[in-house]
């Protein structure tokens, strides 16, 4: 007897003989190559994110520390997680406990934070989303995940126009996470509540010079 | 392979009578009782038209979403013209990148891959994240049979899993639910839930949250489906909002992920297309709260363990089918649903299937068939529908599904042996009781709202005018004719008012 793999491409191939289909070429010509100047593209990135209700920071790159112990503090942080490959200076703001990950941190002691910090690899202003790609700013998928406050650095540099734009600055090989604000449900009668299992909070700090 | 030499043979159908790819009864009984649910109504007018308002004004912002409508469309044709080449280049990357990949012909094969999987990492529970193909096999069902418990961990899936209920809808589940019966449901069946748990929406998600934090924990084997998955780079794609999709993708030691074979595109760079198409498409945002692409196994994050299950059960056969394979296209977004009069009014559950509304009526029967002799409820879902054209206009990658109900309802006939002429009178007896949907298929019958043949003729009209057009060949009008009069508001008219005299009687309607 054949394997399934074969039965399911003989099947398939069976198809494509009983049903033949001429070859099609793919149009693109749906927009791509966008650019837009810097304050367009933080005025519209802005809007979407306040949109999704996460909440925006602006500042510049040399108060990013500041800006950042202001967030964990008005939220009542008292103990973060921070991915190994944080830059050390975005943490002189902050006063509380500060715990660097490692992949043997157990979900449930990542479940004892207060919030995490992260830097973030691109972002795409049309529809107001964040990428992470797990590079040593950002850390593991988990790590961003628990927590119930995501505090995450933007440089408006990374932040592309539309989303063609920004898949196009994605490497395709790392695990990377797409966010549009905080974790959301419209489950019940279609109301939209924030915050159901993934951070309820969504701090977003777009550094404008960087 | 076997299979092929030289003399294809057609591809079987789902097996009968395993999964969720019927109902036990035919869908104008199932619609009728649905109908006597106000409350159900209700809901479903409200949801319906919510989701439509906002899917409107988030396509409407962009000003090139008839490019991205085309290239979808264009890129799914593509794949599954290449089907083939792009399964195996995806078993290769997924394989590279230290992922294992199974084949399964249906449910069954598939029921036990996964459960096998399982078992070999000595856990008896698994979470799951919110998959149609998984509900389409019927995972859950045969997991508990042998002894494993699956948590559903999406919101929705959680109340209809918690009530002992069926999804009714693509994307929100639960949508036949309000928040006063998922109140009673979760006070009933959450262990230690606050007595005085009120019916606020932010409560209720609070609660669930409370229920599914430590399973997200302590839990060592997911289950998930996936949107979509890019041969090129081995990349798999799960779309969600609510973060349990991360939490199981993530948190596990092993993740199992089901999907049926038609979900792989080319190029990572289709996922631009998509990415634009779903969201706007589904739940009219302008793009989901998350999105997980994960590509095999990374070191240091994430599952250290991850299957890949491709899923046959039936697709093959719909690929078989010149016209019929289209469905395979779907990009199970629900916008079809929302915007369809007769799924607006009967809900999903009328249609048996875990795949409900207007693509529902065409790929169940495609999936699974529609055996004559068995008396199958699936044999009536092709005339699930007033044919208004309004799933057309919403499908984002232009699936024609009003031609796909109209071809189904011709091999239905073919197969059950019923002589078009002796269909056509009992039809059209019923028709004629009804004025308005008699001057829609008129009206229809003139614009040749049909297949038309690879000649350019018409071979076949729906009932109840098959009986005539079978017996002659017309010269097909332009396709465009018919989508103008189906646009204007004369059509919409009468349309509708077809639409309500169907809703009205859906006895009459099984005109079989
Ligand atoms: S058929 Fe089209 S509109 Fe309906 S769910 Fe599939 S992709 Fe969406």
């Known amino acids: 007897m ?37 304050d367009e593209r933080l005025a519209l990135f802005t809007d979407r994110l306040l949109d999704y209700k996460a909440r925006v920071h602006l500042c510049t790159a040399d108060r990013t520390a500041e800006v950042i112990g202001e967030a964990l503090r008005e939220h009542g942080a008292r103990r973060i997680g921070v991915p190994a490959g944080l830059d050390a200076h975005w943490l002189t703001g902050y006063d509380g406990e500060v715990r660097e990950d490692h992949p043997d941190v157990s979900p449930a002691q990542l479940d004892t934070l207060d919030a995490v910090v992260t830097g973030s690899a691109a972002g795409c202003a049309e529809t107001g989303t964040i990428f992470l790609d797990g590079s040593p700013g950002q850390g593991r998928r988990a790590l961003s995940l628990v927590p119930d406050l995501h505090v995450c650095v ?50 977003a700090v777009i550094r404008t010079d960087a | 392979m076997s299979t092929f030499l030289g003399m294809p043979a057609p591809p079987p159908r789902s097996p009968y009578g395993t999964g969720n790819l019927r109902g036990d009864r035919a869908f104008p009984r199932a619609a009728h009782d649905e109908l006597g649910n106000e409350q159900l109504r209700r809901n479903l007018g409200r949801a319906t038209g919510t989701i439509r308002a906002k899917r409107l004004s988030v396509t409407g912002e962009l000003s090139d979403w008839e490019a991205l409508r085309d290239a979808g469309s264009a890129i799914k044709t593509d794949t599954m013209n290449r089907l083939p080449e792009l399964l195996e280049q995806l078993e290769r990357k997924v394989t590279e990148r230290g992922g294992t990949v199974h084949w399964a012909r249906d449910a069954t094969e598939a029921n036990a891959i996964v459960a096998r999987l399982v078992r070999a990492t000595g856990s008896d529970e698994v979470i799951k994240v919110k998959s149609m193909a998984t509900q389409e096999i019927g995972l859950n069902e045969h997991l508990e049979s042998v002894g494993i418990t699956p948590y559903e961990t999406d919101l929705a899936e959680l109340i209809v899993q918690l009530a002992d209920d069926k999804p009714s809808h693509i994307l929100v589940p639960a949508i036949h639910r309000n928040r006063d019966e998922i109140r009673q449901i979760f006070r009933d069946h959450i262990p230690g839930v606050d007595p005085d748990l009120d019916n606020a929406p932010a409560h209720l998600a609070a609660a669930a949250r409370g229920y599914l934090r430590e ?168 005339y699930a529908s007033s044919l208004c054209g309004a799933c057309f206009d919403a499908c984002p990658v232009k699936i024609d599904i009003p031609s796909l109900l109209v071809e189904l309802r011709h091999q239905h006939t073919e197969q059950t042996g019923v002589t078009p002429e002796k269909l056509a009178m009992k039809a059209a007896a019923a028709v004629m009781r009804r004025p308005a949907l008699y001057a829609a298929a008129q009206k229809a019958s003139a614009l040749g709202r049909v297949v038309a043949g690879r000649d350019g003729t018409i071979s076949r009209l729906p009932p109840p005018l098959s009986g005539w057009s079978d017996s002659r060949d017309t010269a097909a009008p332009p396709r465009e004719t018919f989508r103008s009069w189906f646009s204007s508001d004369e059509g919409r008219a009468t349309l509708r008012a077809a639409a309500a005299e169907r809703n009205s009687d859906h006895n009459e309607e099984d005109a079989t």
């Not at chain 2, 009967?346 to 409900?356: I, L």
């Open chain 1, 2 to 38: 054949s394997s399934a793999r074969d039965t399911v491409l003989g099947r398939i191939r069976d198809a494509l003989a009983l049903a033949p289909t001429p070859a099609v070429v793919v149009p693109r010509d749906y927009r791509t190559g966008r650019a837009l100047p810097d």
């Open chain 1, 154 to 203: 933007v440089d408006l540099s990374t932040v592309a126009a539309g989303v063609p734009e920004a898949v196009a600055r994605l490497a395709p090989e790392r695990p990377t996470t797409l966010i549009s604000g905080p974790s959301a449900t419209s489950d019940i009668e279609l109301e939209r509540v924030e915050g159901v299992h993934g951070p309820r909070t969504l701090v």
């Open chain 2, 215 to 382: 399973k997200f924990l302590t839990t060592k084997v997911a289950v998930s489906g996936a949107n979509f998955a890019v041969a090129e780079t081995g990349t798999l794609a799960v779309v969600e909002s609510e973060g349990n999709g991360r939490m199981c993708l993530t948190l596990p030691d092993t993740l199992i992920t089901v999907m049926g074979i038609e979900k792989v595109l080319p190029r990572y760079q289709d996922l631009e297309v998509f990415l634009q198409l779903l969201p706007r498409s589904s739940t009219g945002e302008r793009m989901n709260p998350y999105t997980s692409l994960w590509t095999g196994v990374t070191p240091g994050d994430g599952p250290q363990d991850f299957h890949l299950v491709l899923l046959d059960n039936g697709r093959t056969a719909a690929l078989a089918d010149a016209l019929g394979r289209a469905a395979l296209n779907c990009i199970r977004c629900s916008a079809c649903l929302n915007v369809c009069p007769v799924y607006e009014r009967t809900g999903g559950h009328a249609y048996g299937s875990t795949y409900p509304g207007p693509i529902g009526a065409v790929l169940t029967p495609q999936l699974a068939g529609m055996h004559a002799a068995k008396d199958d409820p699936n044999s009536s879902l092709p």
